[in-house]
């Protein structure tokens, strides 16, 4: 029988079928490979064996998730405040590795700001955005659709309401959280172990450990190729008048040009900026 492993704890490895029924296995000898929640595995029912893991389309390195189809990137406006600068860096880190990112923003009840004119800068990228209030459950069911018959990755920030969104939409899940140090204004990590959890209408969601930084992952991206990941820069690098015009320093690039002309966003640009200057520092240590 054919199924997908949900998750594996201590030498067991549990299978839900097409009807998400939960089967606890153990895996054959005859199997080398190391196996991750969301692969698609055969299943001997009677002796509760694993025999067999399919091909897989891809693989998340960071949980380590297969056969993953979206990541879904969500963030808080305030408790903890909005940094554009690190949902800059999972956009990289997402779009670098090959998978669709979505822009989910959560808490929108704790501001009294245009919260929608905070982000447009994204939605003019390109990028599919949401926002919602988990606590007084704003626009929870409108993107719900979203899930169905994928396999996704909730990421972000920790104290931001991953575990609290995953316990609103999916009854069972029943993860802990454990909201924002006080001290430190900083979400406290709670997500230990990755799961595959079922959502929405054959939807799968793996919640992953929260991030109060990006100083620990590498981006494993180029200096020269980072405009590539800012759809808006790359858009218009192609007019610029030098082949490999970084977008930094370069007379006659179009791409600054357009920040002067207010078309490319000048927090934006200045995110990736920075960004470049501490990829080509990197890049020269070596």
Not at 119 to 130: C, E, S
Not at 168 to 184: C, F, H, M, N, R
Not at 199 to 212: H, L, Q
Request: charged share 30%.
């Amino acid at each position: 029988m054919k199924g997908i492993l949900i998750k594996s704890i201590g030498g067991f490895f549990f299978v839900a079928d097409e009807k998400e029924k939960i089967y606890q296995t153990r895996i054959r000898g005859k199997i080398r490979e190391k196996i991750y929640p969301g692969d698609i595995v055969e299943i001997n029912e009677e002796k509760l064996t694993l025999e067999k893991v399919y091909a897989r389309k891809n693989l998340l390195i960071r949980p380590k998730v297969a056969n993953v189809d979206q990541v879904l990137i969500m963030q808080s406006i305030n408790n903890p405040k909005f940094k554009q600068s690190l949902l800059d860096r999972f956009l990289l880190l997402i779009e670098s590795s090959g998978f669709e990112p979505i822009i989910v923003i959560n808490k929108i009840d704790c501001t009294d700001l245009d919260y929608k004119k905070e982000f447009k800068d994204y939605k003019k990228a390109g990028y599919k955005i949401y926002f919602i209030s988990v606590k007084k459950n704003i626009n929870i069911d409108s993107f719900m659709d979203i899930f169905n018959d994928k396999i996704s990755v909730l990421t972000g920030p920790s104290g931001v309401g991953k575990s609290s969104f995953l316990n609103k939409v999916i009854e069972e899940a029943d993860l802990p959280t454990a909201g924002v140090s006080k001290k430190l204004k900083k979400g406290v990590h709670t997500t230990r172990m990755v799961e595959l959890l079922p959502i929405s209408e054959r939807g799968w969601i793996a919640d992953t450990p929260g991030f109060s930084s990006m100083e620990n992952i590498d981006l494993n991206i180029e200096a020269d190729d980072l405009f590539w990941y800012f759809p808006e820069i790359a858009q218009y690098s192609r007019s610029c008048k030098f082949n490999r015009c970084t977008h930094t320093h370069e007379p006659n690039c179009t791409v600054q040009d357009k920040v002067k002309e207010g078309e490319i966003s000048r927090r934006r640009y200045e995110s990736y900026y920075q960004i470049y200057k501490e990829l080509r520092e990197k890049e020269n240590e070596y």
